[in-house]
């Protein structure tokens, strides 16, 4: 049965951020280094979890965005204007700030090299960030695996990753764009 | 411990919509004699926050919400929401109501079988309670229609231990019976008076309010009953077993 073979409990760690780059005007990308990340596979997410000065807590689940590489993980999080967590994310927290995480999760929506494709990725807004693991790691391992990326954003200004797609693009990657709002 | 509240015998597509007016406490704790029922809310706070693991980090500048945040109604971990997010691992089954059916099959004396018309022959409640996903979110004072759980297995005779619910499009959760008896469970079929969106598990699902919500199946087919515990789709990805929010067990391990 499958729970035989569970890992240890997915204990909290202390994450550093390294820094706080905006993405667009909405979004921003946090790179941590999490000391004793034992790794993650491309479409996987991590918990975050925020401690006001009297004890009170917050969490909130994000995909990791970026592809396996060390310790280092990137996160994008779209600013919600009333939301709780993610304008603390994306305006207050910088670099030398600490945050608290576990994971990686998620074992269903993932992509490796040795799974091959042909791979169709369809995101909307901030549901990019997982596929763009996958792109990124589909990239980093020089991968020619025939890829279509399907993008929906509000309008131009809103696709995160724009210039990096644009890069990317070719070499068996076709991206598409969709803007909703034009 | 309040239980979810329940008005029995309706016919909602009768009586289009009842909303609840009065304040209520949150969902019961699930699981049965555990030491989480009739919770202490501040208790599962520390729980959640300390259970051996280090201390907190202090985040500099973050001073949170706590507003909409009622402890006695929401679970360590969550966050209240007014929308009702969807989240699913396959493609949308849509399946017309002449072709489905509830089955109970398994560790039982007769297997039974339940048309659309048949099903909606059972005496109806309408329940309001508090849903909490592992996503984070919870939504409270969700009113659902449908059939207790208890009226279904009033109909066959069982020794089985354990639940598996299966669905349209293969997804299975698994639960001991003891989770889904005694006024705890439904199989729903309307929602705030209407009948329950494809994307929201219709036309029938199931509703366990005391686990997270992926324990609940959308595009319920049917219950299989065992002797045997057996992990369904996302225990078998991960997720919690148990999976009982106010013990905060999202994931292996928890």
Partial sequence: MARAAVLGRLTWRAADVVRVAPETARASTIVL???GWPGHRAGQHVDVRLTAEDGYQAQRSYSIASAPNGDRIELTVVRIEDGEVSPYLADELRGGDRLELRGPMGGYFVWEPADGGPLLLVAGGSGLAPLMAMVRLRAAAGADVDTRLLVSARDWDDVLYRDELQRLGGGGLTVVHTLTAS | MAAPRVRHNLRPWDHPKHVATSPRRGCEAGGTGSEVAGHD???????????????SIISRGFHGRRADAPRDRVPPGQYVTRDFPVLSA????????????LSIVGEVDEPRRWTWEELRALPTQEVTVDIHCVTKWSKLDTVWQGISVDTLLGEVRTSAQYVVQYSDGGYTTNLPLTAVTG???????????EPIAAEHGGPVRM?????????????LRG??????????????????????PWREQRYWGD
């Avoid at chain 2, 006024?183 to 008076?193: L, M, N, P, S």
């Avoid at chain 2, 009953?225 to 789709?233: H, K, R, S, T, V």
């Fill in chain 1, 33 to 35: 280094d999490v000391p």
């Fill in chain 2, 207 to 219: 509703l366990v309010p005391s686990r997270y919500l992926w324990k609940s199946a959308k595009w």
């Fill in chain 2, 223 to 244: 219950l299989r009953l065992q002797a045997n515990d057996e992990p369904g789709f996302w225990e078998t990805n991960g997720y919690s077993n148990d999976a009982d």
């Fill in chain 2, 41 to 55: 809310p501040l208790a599962a706070f520390v729980r959640a926050t300390g259970g051996g693991q280090m201390s």
């Fill in chain 2, 183 to 193: 006024g705890k469970a439904w199989v729903v079929f309307g929602y705030d008076g």
């Fill in chain 2, 90 to 101: 396959g493609p949308t089954p849509h399946r017309s109501l002449d072709q489905w059916d």
